[in-house]
């Protein structure tokens, strides 16, 4: 199978081609970014399926991270990976990226649970929590930092993502402490397309995941709901 994975969640721009029957990555290419997704994006993937040498009618899918994260590089990402979709005719799901960044603590099936936590700002932060098989354990959230604290029932765990050290050094001093705190600032795209490799396209959706509504809203929208007021 040929992935084409797309990861624009956070302050990244990725892209990678995956084959899983050689079991590698073609290419790949990723951009450290906060913003300016919009404009980055559709060159990286150019230079990386060129790379691959792989055309986009031979892609057997696209894999694209729904969230949660920056709604704007959210909103590019989804919006470049059904558009391609769709022009090749390939079927296109979603994963979200706190399943990204939790997929490789899965694969090595270790006892502990999984946390991913997320940076979601103003002492905030996404978070879910799964078995060593992948089992959910905690359904994604975005809850105040202390209320991870509750996820310590299930025993020592192994702490990953953008704000894994947050909550690590806030973790309480009578709990387990964590086993692994692994804080990368993004999932791996590597890890990104081999999900979307084993996603199923009828339940994976490749829609926005974002837990909580943008900050700003609309002025037209807001305008309006003066007016009714």
């Given at each position: ?5 797309i990861?624009t ?26 913003r300016?997704h919009a404009?980055s ?9 060129a790379a ?17 994260g ?53 002492d905030?932060?996404?978070?879910q ?11 994604p959230?975005?809850v105040?930092?202390?209320?991870t604290?509750?996820a310590?029932?299930f ?11 947050l909550?690590?050094?806030r ?9 692994l705190?692994?804080?990368?600032p993004?999932p ?11 996603a199923a396209?009828?339940?994976?959706l490749?829609r926005?995941?974002y ?6 809203k609309p002025k037209?929208?807001?305008?309006a709901?003066g007016?009714h007021?």
């Amino acid at each position: 199978m040929l992935v084409l994975a797309i990861d624009t969640a956070l302050d990244f721009c990725a892209a990678a081609v995956l084959d899983t029957e050689a079991g590698a990555l073609l290419a790949q290419d990723t951009l450290t970014m906060n913003r300016g997704h919009a404009e980055s994006l559709m060159p990286l993937i150019a230079r990386v399926m060129a790379a691959s040498g792989v055309g986009y009618a031979a892609l057997d899918r696209v894999a694209v991270t729904t969230g949660p994260g920056s709604f704007t590089g959210l909103r590019v990402g989804i919006s470049a990976a059904r558009g391609i979709a769709l022009a090749a005719g390939k079927p296109v799901v979603g994963l979200t990226t706190l399943s990204a960044y939790a997929a490789p603590q899965v694969l090595r099936r270790l006892e502990e649970p999984i946390m991913s936590v997320i940076d979601a700002r103003h002492d905030h932060v996404y978070v879910q929590v799964v078995a060593g098989d992948g089992g959910m354990l905690m359904r994604p959230a975005v809850v105040p930092v202390a209320e991870t604290f509750a996820a310590a029932r299930f025993g020592a765990l192994r702490m990953v993502g953008n704000a894994a050290r947050l909550v690590a050094e806030r973790w309480p001093q009578d709990a387990e402490p964590p086993v692994l705190v692994d804080p990368q600032p993004g999932p791996d795209i590597h890890w990104v397309a081999w999900t979307g490799a084993a996603a199923a396209p009828a339940v994976a959706l490749a829609r926005p995941f974002y837990l909580r509504p943008p900050d700003a809203k609309p002025k037209a929208a807001s305008s309006a709901a003066g007016l009714h007021a």
